[in-house]
């Protein structure tokens, strides 16, 4: 009977064999699928399209890239498509025309042609501007008339423009940046001071020399506002005059154009390196326009520190309850309810590790550090209000669950022939634990930090309350005492993709700046998890004797 039985067992065991890899095989088609679908919007950003100028049945001229197509919907009465097509066509000018998109039935279309003097000019505000140039002026002075003149003498004041541009931001980064910090450090001195309430020739002395640093600091500060003012005009001296495809001009500051390009005169390797520096632009550099144009640099350094200030929070304590559940405590009721309770904890929403963070740490732990340590800043919190050490350390709380139970099952795998070979070594059960059984146990306790920063990363929820900003570019980590600021609000890479994607008035421009920080997300995740299994990888074959 068994053996009539056997093919049974056999055939169903392959079918189960077979449906696993399938479904295997079709998770990876999927994460293939998803990246794909990231990397052609996404990277679609940053590659330069020609400039059409078409010609509408109403009269209508309208310069611009084609952005999209879609089949027109067949009228009433017909079956089918139509056959038709309208066109997305980006048509920038949101300052005049009040929109950055046009859509446009291919009917409609009388005539297209590529005109080589088309301009595209990425703007430092209203975005994109396509046109054509017309004068080049200082002042009331014309400095080069004509597509062709202007277009030759914009390129080298343009660089010029940069560079004023990059002395600027040099000076309100820098030295400004450096006269602010400590006319603030000085009236938080004197604030102190004031706050003691003793009078005393030594205090009243110490007052007098705050107050003459800060009428220094003060006059430094003057100084450089000057200057800076000087800079900003200069930057503004000349203007550039601009037509639209409809007639209408437009006096744009030199100084105000970030980019400049004629689309439809560059070669291939023209197009490719104005494509990596759009790239450059979008990785390191500080966002524009309410973060529609510009750089996400914030968000990447805010991501990563916020990642990285959380493993180090929740890694020990994580182990050390781990060890003391494993090695240490009397197993029990009482133990199986912790780890019921751990495991409970993995399922709570993550808006409520949030709510909690911002009551226990922001409140309660924040508010007495500012009443303890820093009386003379208040009434305005330091660290009694959201800041991305409250963040991590709540994000700590929120993937412990996982670390625990990681750590536990790298414990529960080493041998307990290595702990008794320890022991019967002479080494104590101290010894024993972290010079043996840690050290066997690293690999398991590295990958349930991987699966926590993983999580940490994607996290958005939490952090909405306890910290996280749309927009701060002032970053956690400057020049001026302490260097690390851990009270400062930071940005993140998931709730710039929330913003851009759902919070912006113009949607249609945004879109593909959604694909592109989730496909540069992903990066960010993956390289920081490469980085913990490079490392579990060499504990592993460090300690292959073991069977973890």
């Known amino acids: 009977?068994?053996?009539?039985?056997?093919?049974?067992?056999?055939?169903?065991?392959?079918?189960?064999?077979?449906?696993?890899?399938?479904?295997?095989?079709?998770?990876?088609?999927?994460?293939?699928?998803?990246?794909?679908?990231?990397?052609?919007?996404?990277?679609?950003?940053?590659?330069?399209?020609?400039?059409?100028?078409?010609?509408?049945?109403?009269?209508?001229?309208?310069?611009?890239?084609?952005?999209?197509?879609q089949p027109v919907a067949a009228r009433e009465g017909e079956s089918g498509p139509s056959g038709a097509e309208r066109l997305q066509i980006k048509v920038a000018n949101r300052d005049l025309t009040g929109a950055d998109f046009l859509w446009v039935d291919e009917s409609q279309i009388r005539s297209r042609a590529l005109p080589d003097s088309a301009v595209a000019l990425e703007r430092l505000e209203w975005g994109d501007f396509y046109g054509y140039l017309i004068e080049l002026r200082r002042g009331g002075e014309v400095l080069a008339s004509g597509a062709d003149s202007v277009w030759r003498a914009l390129g080298p004041l343009h660089r010029e423009k940069l560079r004023q541009r990059a002395v600027i931001r040099e000076l309100e980064r820098g030295a400004i940046g450096d006269v602010n910090?400590?006319?603030?450090?000085?009236?938080?001195?004197?604030?102190?001071?004031?706050?003691?309430?003793?009078?005393?020739?030594?205090?009243?002395?110490?007052?007098?020399?705050?107050?003459?640093?800060?009428?220094?600091?003060?006059?430094?500060?003057?100084?450089?506002?000057?200057?800076l003012f000087a800079l900003?005009?200069?930057?503004?001296?000349?203007?550039?005059?601009?037509?639209?495809?409809?007639?209408?001009?437009?006096?744009?500051?030199?100084?105000?154009?970030?980019?400049l390009v004629r689309p439809n005169t560059l070669g291939f390797f023209e197009k490719v390196a104005l494509n990596a520096s759009r790239l450059r632009e979008f990785v390191f550099d500080d966002p524009r326009?309410?973060?529609?144009?510009?750089?996400?640099?914030?968000?990447?350094?805010?991501?990563?520190?916020?990642?990285?200030?959380?493993?180090?929070?929740?890694?020990?304590?994580?182990?050390?309850?781990?060890?003391y559940l494993r090695e240490y405590a009397k197993q029990g009721p009482l133990v199986r309810a912790v780890r019921i309770a751990v495991n409970n904890l993995a399922g709570v929403p993550s808006i409520v590790f949030g709510v909690f963070g911002l009551g226990f740490f922001v409140y309660l732990v924040g508010g007495s550090i500012d009443r303890l340590f820093y009386p003379e800043a208040l009434p305005t919190p330091t660290y009694g209000t959201g800041g991305i050490l409250w963040g991590a350390l709540t994000l700590a709380l929120l993937t412990v669950p996982v670390v625990i139970v990681a750590t536990e099952e790298g414990l529960a795998a080493v041998p307990r022939i290595v702990r008794e070979g320890s022991l019967a070594l002479g080494a104590t059960k101290f010894e024993t634990t972290?010079?043996?059984?840690?050290?066997?146990?690293?690999?398991?306790?590295?990958?349930?930090?991987?699966?926590?920063?993983?999580?940490?990363?994607?996290?958005?929820?939490?952090?909405?309350?306890?910290?996280?900003?749309?927009?701060?570019?002032?970053?956690?980590?400057?020049?001026?005492?302490?260097?690390?600021?851990?009270?400062?609000?930071?940005?993140?890479?998931?709730?710039?993709?929330?913003?851009?994607?759902?919070?912006?008035?113009?949607v249609d421009a945004?879109?593909?700046?959604?694909?592109?920080?989730?496909?540069?997300?992903?990066?960010?995740?993956?390289?920081?998890?490469?980085?913990?299994?490079?490392?579990?990888?060499?504990?592993?074959?460090?300690?292959?004797?073991?069977?973890?």
């Not at 950003?45 to 890239?65: C, Y």
């Not at 001296?237 to 100084?255: C, H, I, Q, S």
């Not at 990447?300 to 309850?321: C, D, E, K, Q, R």
């Open 434 to 506: 972290f010079r043996v059984v840690i050290p066997a146990a690293a690999p398991g306790i590295l990958t349930g930090m991987i699966l926590a920063m993983a999580r940490a990363a994607g996290e958005v929820a939490p952090l909405m309350i306890v910290g996280m900003v749309k927009l701060a570019p002032a970053l956690p980590v400057d020049g001026h005492f302490p260097y690390v600021h851990f009270e400062r609000k930071f940005m993140h890479l998931g709730f710039h993709i929330y913003d851009v994607g759902f919070q912006s008035p113009n």
């Open 181 to 227: 910090s400590e006319i603030e450090r000085l009236r938080l001195a004197v604030r102190k001071i004031e706050l003691a309430g003793a009078t005393s020739a030594e205090r009243e002395t110490r007052l007098a020399e705050l107050a003459a640093l800060e009428r220094a600091r003060h006059a430094d500060y003057e100084r450089l506002a000057e200057r």
């Open 1 to 69: 009977m068994s053996s009539i039985q056997k093919p049974h067992r056999d055939l169903l065991g392959d079918s189960l064999t077979a449906l696993c890899g399938g479904a295997l095989a079709l998770n990876l088609l999927l994460i293939v699928a998803l990246l794909g679908l990231l990397a052609v919007n996404g990277g679609g950003i940053f590659w330069q399209k020609p400039l059409e100028q078409f010609t509408l049945a109403d009269g209508r001229v309208v310069l611009g890239e084609v952005f999209d197509r």
């Open 289 to 323: 326009e309410s973060n529609t144009e510009g750089g996400i640099f914030p968000a990447i350094f805010g991501t990563v520190m916020m990642v990285f200030l959380m493993s180090v929070a929740v890694v020990p304590f994580g182990v050390m309850a781990a060890l």
């Open 510 to 548: 945004t879109k593909p700046l959604v694909f592109a920080t989730a496909l540069l997300l992903i990066a960010v995740v993956t390289a920081m998890n490469l980085t913990a299994i490079t490392l579990r990888n060499r504990l592993r074959r460090k300690y292959a004797g073991s069977s973890v």
């Open 232 to 259: 900003r005009h200069a930057l503004d001296a000349e203007t550039v005059v601009l037509e639209a495809a409809d007639g209408r001009r437009k006096e744009l500051p030199v100084g105000a154009i970030v980019r």
